[in-house]
């Protein structure tokens, strides 16, 4: 991560008549950062990160990425970005190979499909069809599309949902991968552990504001300075760990 500034959030908004969806939210987002935005459901999260991609028209403040904004440059975005939604609907009849190609095709590109199937663990599978794919399967193929045109900015709505622990695990090996690679990475999730393993910072939203933002560790300590006490003991490690270590970190897939 740099000190490059790639997206600027300013004073966004989004009404809906009476309804204030998102209620002025600031924040700048590094290169090669993954950001983590958070809150429980209704906090207007998907509605920020869809007037970010400009899937969402913006009612107040502006975003831009790479010094873009997106509300007057929607064309422009759409060339430096890429968006894996949380549900993805792909040709069944089509091959992997030939469903990138058509993607690679609409950004004006070529890609080296096996190369890019091999980034996301999924090389072989390049003659499958879409519809063989398993839940994971088909999440890591969906960033692997997201990803035909060398995105800037990688967009991430709950990625892993619905996924097995070993499916979650590997898919969170990728997006370090992707960070590693140089590429800004937005997140949301529900799962607060997955936010804590691969976020650099959190904004956690609740009624259209942001509540807080800070790093993992720093969010955690503030609330141990206000005099929290665990309600359960902390242990070293998870249900989840001894779930992997008894089965394996390999995808049964």
């Known amino acids: 991560m740099t000190s490059e500034t790639v997206i600027k959030v300013t004073d966004l908004k989004k009404s809906y008549a009476e309804f204030e969806a998102v209620r002025g939210i600031s924040f700048t987002v590094k290169k090669g950062e993954v950001f983590g935005i958070l809150g429980p459901n209704g906090a207007g ?5 869809e007037m970010m991609e400009g899937l969402r028209d913006i009612t107040g403040g502006s975003v831009s990425i ?4 997106v509300a007057e440059n929607i064309e422009q975005i759409k ?12 040709l069944d009849e089509a091959k992997l190979t030939e469903l990138i190609g ?9 890609v080296n499909a096996i190369e890019l199937l091999e980034k996301v663990g999924l090389e072989g599978k390049a003659k499958s069809y879409a519809e063989k794919l398993s839940g994971g399967q088909r999440q890591r193929f969906s960033i692997a599309v997201a990803l035909v045109h060398q995105p800037k900015v990688l967009f991430l709505d709950e990625p892993t949902t619905g996924l097995d622990p070993q499916a979650r695990r590997n898919l969170w090996d ?22 804590q393993v691969l976020c650099d910072r959190i904004a956690i939203m609740d009624e259209g504001k942001i509540v807080a933002l800070d790093t993992p560790e720093s969010l955690i300590d503030a609330l141990l300075g206000r005099g929290f006490k665990p309600h359960t003991k902390v242990q070293a490690a998870s249900l989840e760990d001894v779930f992997i270590d008894l089965t394996g970190k390999d995808l049964r897939e």
């Not at 999260?45 to 990160?49: C, E, H, I």
């Open 174 to 195: 990728l997006v370090k991968s992707i960070r590693d690679g140089g590429v800004t990475v937005i997140l949301t999730t529900h799962y607060m552990e997955e936010a």
């Open 45 to 49: 999260k998907t509605t920020t990160l």
């Open 102 to 110: 058509a993607f690679a095709s609409m950004y004006g590109t070529k």
């Open 79 to 90: 060339e430096i970005i890429g968006v894996q939604p949380q549900n993805s609907a792909f």
């Open 66 to 69: 790479a010094g873009i904004d």
